[in-house]
């Protein structure tokens, strides 16, 4: 066991700990958090769309009319639509803020860069036609939202590293001293920006020219003339990948647990290279339930969030409760007893660091175990249909279990999940449990020669 800390220690911990600090993912992951209160505000709209009481639709057309459902999902494409567009400012942003130059300035030239990547035409069925048509001179809402997130985070990314160096090797224009700050640091953006734009403008038009030449079409990217096309295909795959694939479930969950046990916030480490994957799953959902469509994803973002991880990361909801309502040692019961109210809003870092389970060679067993199986459990009774799939809603992160089963997926089958997994992770947990609750009970009366004690 002493074997296995060490490894931790030094060789897991240290990269992982620069993986925490790296300057990109942390942009990242924060600016992807700047969609989330829109995202919220558009799930609790789409959940009234979509309420599964019979008569529910009949009632509200009485009510408001027969283009009820079109006028009440206005919000839902004002908020969702936008997840790109929000996504790359907010990246560009905290990128700058790391590099102390002017954030602000940035994410707009982000944005500018985005936009200029993005072909203005969509392609249009009119009224009788069989035939669609493709109109120019329309911004295509498809892109600003899930479908464009990925060039967005790179758009951002590339358009606020030119930024930066530029602006760091002082090739910016000074205005004099009278100036008001605001002006000046408008024209100091002045030569970096047009430089990104004219970076991107640049790709672009190499892109058009080469799909023109078919050239890219002999590399295998059949049908694509533009960044966003390309995208997509080179990242198709691997989204099915994690989207529709057990192992990419169960390695997400088991990566971010190792994190969480080495003392390390593995949600938030991951977080900046599987949000925009998740989150892309999860619209695709809401765009399928929004077109009376199969869903398409079992693996979202509220698959983990409100299913799996209950309690927080580790499932540890029952594990609380065990201390609460269980515990022979002091330790145990006041630590359930201040744990439980954040438990319940999925929030347990009291569990992590008061128990400890980092680092705890008996506690990090379930720790691990249980969300791995309930991964497995979930993903089975999702495919095979008994409980229904998260419907695109993302319900916060801290509402607590039953509620958010039920928001997730639209039903009360997804409480029942939760219910079910609830009752799994308390079976997994409880043999280890009661041996850390008689370690504390020894402890607590002087006992020294116990060999759990010494595995801790």
């Not at 030119?162 to 001293?177: A, G, L, S, T």
Request: net charge neutral; aromatic share 10%.
């Amino acid at each position: 066991m002493s074997k296995y800390n060490s490894f931790l220690e030094n060789k897991v911990m240290p990269i992982a700990s620069k993986m925490a600090g790296q300057r990109h993912l942390l942009a990242l992951r924060d600016g992807i958090i700047l969609t989330m209160p829109l995202i919220i505000i558009g799930s609790l709209f789409l959940i009234l769309g979509f309420i599964p009481i019979p008569g529910y639709n009949e009632f509200m057309a009485s009510i408001f009319g027969d283009a009820w459902m079109t006028k009440l999902l206005y919000p839902v494409g004002a908020t969702f639509d936008v997840m790109a567009l929000i996504a790359t400012f907010g990246i560009a942003y905290r990128l700058a803020e790391h590099y102390k130059v002017d954030p602000l300035s940035a994410g707009a030239v982000a944005v500018s860069a985005f936009l200029v990547a993005t072909p203005y035409v969509k392609m249009f069925t009119p009224e009788g036609a069989e035939i669609a048509v493709q109109v120019g001179g329309v911004i295509p809402v498809a892109l600003m939202g899930s479908k464009g997130l990925f060039v967005g985070i790179l758009i951002a990314l590339f358009s606020t590293e030119i930024y930066r160096k530029i602006i760091q090797k002082n090739i910016v224009i000074k205005m004099p001293d009278g100036v008001p700050p605001s002006v000046s640091k408008s024209f100091v953006a002045l030569i970096p920006a047009s430089i990104v734009i004219v970076s991107v403008w640049l790709i672009r038009i190499g892109i058009e020219n080469l799909h023109h030449l078919n050239f890219l079409e002999k590399l295998g990217f059949t049908g694509t003339t533009s960044l966003h096309d390309i995208i997509t295909l080179l990242l198709s795959e691997p989204l099915g990948v994690l989207t529709g694939s057990l192992i990419g479930a169960i390695m997400y969950t088991l990566i971010v647990h190792l994190l969480w046990v080495c003392g390390l916030h593995g949600s938030s480490i991951l977080g900046g290279v599987m949000g925009p994957i998740l989150l892309t799953a999860t619209d695709q959902n809401r765009l399928a339930l929004q077109a009376g469509e199969a869903l398409p994803n079992v693996v979202t973002q509220p698959f983990f969030d409100s299913i799996i991880f209950m309690g927080g990361a580790g499932s540890t909801l029952m594990f609380v409760v065990m201390m609460g309502l269980l515990a022979k040692s002091e330790h145990s019961k006041q630590l359930g007893k201040l744990a439980i109210a954040p438990g319940l809003f999925n929030i347990n870092e009291p569990v992590i660091f008061g128990a400890p389970v980092v680092m705890n060679p008996l506690l990090m067993i379930p720790f691990v175990l249980a969300p791995v199986v309930l991964t497995i459990t979930t993903y089975f009774m999702m495919k095979s249909g008994f409980i229904p799939l998260t419907n695109g809603t993302i319900p916060p992160w801290t509402t607590p279990p039953i509620i958010s089963g039920f928001l997730a997926t639209g039903s009360w089958k997804g409480a029942f999940m939760q219910v079910i997994n609830l009752a799994i992770a308390f079976a997994i947990y409880f043999p280890f449990f009661k041996l850390w609750d008689k370690t504390n009970v020894q402890l607590e009366k002087g006992t020294e020669n116990i060999n759990v004690t010494k595995a801790m």
